[in-house]
């Protein structure tokens, strides 16, 4: 890979994402030093995680680097999501309007509640017996 790259951090629940494109590539995509079909084998997550570069059309231009870790596959694919689209926004600050408009350059913001004392859960209270 070239040595000119643009990085983006992306975040969903407890995973963190580091992505760098790097310009002029053929489409090959990275995650974790794993080709990205490996290790997001479950229908959806690659094309979910590679939309910014769907939504552009752009899928065969870049190179893909992804370092990922903590939390779950979804959060995983959602955080790489997030990343790739703020590293495609470093290379063209044009491009920020047509992600906003898709969706991809916000970060959600749901994480799993915190457990509270005498509850089972977050919310989940034991069961009321009278006797």
Known sequence: MSTQ???GIGRRKTAT???RIYPNGSGNVIINDKPAEEYLPREG???????PLRTLGQEKLYNVSVHVKGGGITGQADAIRLGLARALVKLDPDL????RQHDLMTRDPRVKERKKPGLKRARKAPTYTKR
């Open 17 to 19: 994402a580091r992505v």
């Open 96 to 99: 920020r309007t047509i992600l």
């Open 45 to 51: 997550d690659l094309d979910h995680a590679l939309s």
């Open 5 to 7: 790259y643009y990085e």
